[in-house]
């Protein structure tokens, strides 16, 4: 249990962190060149396979290996 509540107190810190530094959408940059929260960005590998990644924040992301 002391555990579980350390656990939610450092998530909690870390998502207060994020809104403290978090910007109003209007004063993001619309530039293609620059890749910003919540894009949708795809690469092409050498072998010519492609792949698609979101990007969002660390408290966001899956922490598997798959």
Same mark, same amino acid.
């Not at 060149?33 to 050498?46: A, H």
């Given at each position: 249990? %002391?555990? +579980?509540? $350390? *656990?939610?107190?450092?998530? &909690? =810190? +870390?998502? *207060? #962190?994020? &809104?403290?530094?978090?910007? /109003?959408?209007?004063?993001?940059?619309?530039? /293609?060149? @620059? %890749?910003? &929260?919540?894009? #949708?960005?795809?690469?092409? &590998?050498?072998?010519? #396979? +492609?792949? *698609?990644? %979101?990007? @969002?924040?660390?408290?966001?992301?899956? $922490? =598997?290996?798959?």
């Amino acid at each position: 249990m %002391v555990a +579980e509540s $350390v *656990r939610a107190t450092r998530e &909690l =810190d +870390e998502l *207060r #962190t994020t &809104l403290d530094n978090a910007l /109003p959408i209007e004063s993001i940059s619309d530039d /293609p060149r @620059v %890749v910003k &929260l919540g894009d #949708t960005v795809e690469i092409r &590998l050498d072998d010519g #396979t +492609e792949e *698609r990644y %979101v990007i @969002v924040q660390a408290t966001e992301a899956a $922490v =598997d290996d798959a």
